[in-house]
């Protein structure tokens, strides 16, 4: 924490209970000195494990005037720990870990959830109070938050806007390694559209490591030309998942979860895939086995890139809080070029190491009160350690990743992660800035990303090492107990019971082990600033 320069370190996905704070919270990590700690923890009354999720929120001692653990007003949705609000005076800190879509089965209740968050946020506009969102948001703001080879196409829309007549109306360009993958697109869309609806689902046996027999699910077509029945995509474990792999029609969720399939999917309250869509994988690998068609890895991301630019994709959720809401989304406002930043990767598939991932982590600020104390910093984005490459390009993205290739990929036979000279695990310490840290892959299947905020932004008179907590606080801090009688006893005679006045640092914030959001304040003469920072977990 010292040496990231940490105020306030918002971690999600914590798994822990509170008896397990109260009963052991050093070990939990609930008295590191000089700082306090605040709990949401999942109690297991909303229909999921008591211990899964929670988020906790570590700050320097002095810099909060409260904490809330039921900020929702909802037990159904604050049940589950997923979001704590600590108060800093002239703004509050959302510390969230927004649920996942389930495959589509918990859409309705993450929509639901997202409602409750966002009137959580709007109560604490209407009092006066600046808010900053940080954890892990479980979706993405912009296409290019996602890999470039995992994002939609809706199919009819893009041939529509990428005829001759529609481009020549815009005065737009297609890149000329892309036209040919469009041409082949033209031609054998309505065919491969056709194969893809007669596609079949059939399970595979596998073998694991140890020989024993695993059935998978592998989704079946037949190529345009003579019939023959190929194989498309990866195994996949579950049923629900293999039915919506390669499905062209549409997939709605209705608000018990259930999903529905094809036309009916249009009518259905939540749309999980447009009709017509397919990832950019989906579809290169649909014209290459069914339509025969080569479809090489340049013009592929020369169209995506093409998109990009063309589609900021407005009705994205983040979007709409942005421009709604009035937020500011930090990482994007600072790095706008920035391309293959991701902040989570699926661990169990190496996906780091080839940089196959999205950012999901983000640090949302209130458009004044960004203007008036969020900095940059002077720290370019993480390159690995390469200074020949752009910071903004996706092989310096790459490079961080895995720090220039110090950091190898899991091998599958059992060994776990290989361990690294100490100074791969140093180089995460890194001047403080509004961007990402990448943490090593030890530690999390997501890195932190950072907010840095100027030392104004908690004035000095607001700074009270010594202020007594009101109970709602106190009942986000189970190791208070703990800690008072142990001081009690432990303490020497004369001895002070208070902690030191916070060092006058820089402020930032952070997010998680799994994921951290940190805030820190600066001293001395010249400007100070205070850093948030957030780590994916």
């Keep these: 924490l010292e ?64 904490a809330e653990a039921s900020p929702l007003r909802d037990p159904s949705l604050d049940g589950e720990g997923r979001c704590l609000m600590t108060d800093h005076g002239g703004f509050v800190v959302f510390n969230v870990y927004v649920p996942n879509g389930g495959g589509g089965t918990r859409v309705p209740y993450k929509q639901r959830w997202l409602r409750s968050l966002r009137a959580a946020m ?101 190529t345009l030309s003579g019939g023959e029945s190929v194989i498309l995509g990866r195994p996949m474990l579950s049923r629900g998942e293999a039915d919506m792999a390669f499905f062209v029609d549409g997939v709605g969720i209705l608000e018990d ?22 990832s950019m994988s989906e579809l290169a690998e649909a014209l290459e086995k069914l339509a025969g068609c080569p479809t090489p890895l340049r013009p592929q991301q020369q169209l995506v890139r093409f998109l990009d630019e063309d589609n900021d994709d407005p009705g994205s959720y983040i979007a709409h809080m942005c421009r709604d809401d009035g937020m500011v989304d930090a990482f994007d ?79 599958f036979d059992g060994g776990g992660m290989s361990d690294a000279p100490q100074a791969c695990y140093d180089h995460q310490f890194r001047p403080p800035s509004t961007g990402m840290i990448y943490t090593p892959p030890q530690y999390s299947d997501h890195i932190a990303v950072t907010l840095l905020m100027k030392d104004s932004a908690i004035p000095l008179h607001l700074r009270d090492p010594r202020r007594k907590f009101d109970a709602a606080t106190r009942r986000c801090m189970p190791q208070a107990a703990v800690q008072s009688i142990t001081s009690f006893f432990s303490r020497a005679p004369g001895s002070s019971t208070m902690p030191p006045a916070a060092p006058n640092l820089p402020l930032r ?16 003469s010249g400007p100070t600033n205070k850093k948030t920072k957030t780590k994916g977990g």
């Design 122 to 222: 709007a109560r604490q506009r209407e009092a006066g109070k600046a808010v900053i969102l940080a954890g892990d948001l479980n979706m993405k703001h912009r296409p290019r938050d996602s890999f470039w080879a995992n994002r939609g196409l809706q199919i009819p829309r893009l041939l529509a806007r990428l005829s001759a007549d529609a481009m020549e109306a815009q005065g737009a360009t297609v890149p000329p390694e892309a036209r040919e993958l469009l041409n082949h697109l033209r031609i054998h869309w309505p065919g491969l559209r056709e194969r893809l609806r007669a596609r079949e689902l059939k399970q595979v046996s596998y073998k694991n490591a140890r020989g024993e027999a695993i059935p998978k699910w592998r989704v079946f077509a037949k």
């Design 333 to 411: 406002h600072f790095h706008p070029n920035a391309r293959g930043r991701a902040t989570c990767w699926s661990q169990h598939t190496n996906n780091r190491y080839t940089n196959v991932g999205g950012r999901i982590d983000y640090t949302l600020v209130d458009q004044q009160f960004f203007a008036a104390h969020v900095l940059r910093g002077d720290t370019e984005l993480d390159t690995g350690g390469r200074s020949d490459l752009d910071p903004n390009t996706e092989d310096a993205a790459r490079a961080a990743c895995t720090l220039a290739g110090r950091w190898q990929p899991v091998g």
């Design 509 to 524: 914030s952070s997010k998680r082990p799994g994921d951290t959001t940190e805030k820190h304040p600066a001293g001395g």
């Design 3 to 66: 040496r990231h320069q940490v105020d306030i370190l918002c971690l999600q996905e914590v798994k822990l209970s509170k008896k397990e704070v109260a009963d052991t919270p050093r070990a939990c990590g609930a008295t590191v000195e000089g700082y306090d700690s605040f709990w949401c923890f999942n109690d297991g009354i909303s229909g999921q494990r008591l211990g899964l999720n929670g988020v906790t929120t570590l700050v320097r001692k002095g810099l909060t005037l409260a």
């Design 257 to 278: 979860g259930t999903p529905v399939f094809g036309p009916a999917a249009e009518a259905a309250p939540h749309q999980l895939i447009a009709p017509g869509e397919l």
